[in-house]
């Protein structure tokens, strides 16, 4: 059983891992977006994108992740999205 849990655990670490390196690429994306929405002096935020990614997220989600987790994630991301880069 150590073995199982022990591989499960390794798996769950290095899931863990690329979740953080997705989130940081994301910031580096979305840097290079508002510095360019701000050259062409567009809004940086766009409610109608934000729609659209949501339901993107939303057909591609195939579970375990319940509907209303999704919606939990995706707020989540986009409000630490927000935070980090305004702070930054």
């Known amino acids: 059983m150590n073995g199982e849990v022990d591989r499960l655990r390794a ?3 290095a899931n863990d891992r690329a979740i953080v390196a997705a989130v940081n690429e994301r ?17 940086r935020l766009d409610p109608d994108r934000e729609r659209r990614l949501r339901a993107e997220l939303a057909a591609a989600n195939e579970g ?17 999205t927000k935070r980090e880069l305004d702070e930054g």
């Open 11 to 13: 798996a769950i670490g």
């Open 27 to 43: 910031l580096r994306l979305v840097t290079g977006l508002w510095q360019l929405k701000h050259q062409l002096g567009v809004d």
């Open 64 to 80: 375990p992740l319940s509907a209303a987790g999704l919606e939990h994630l995706v707020d989540e991301l986009l409000a630490l």
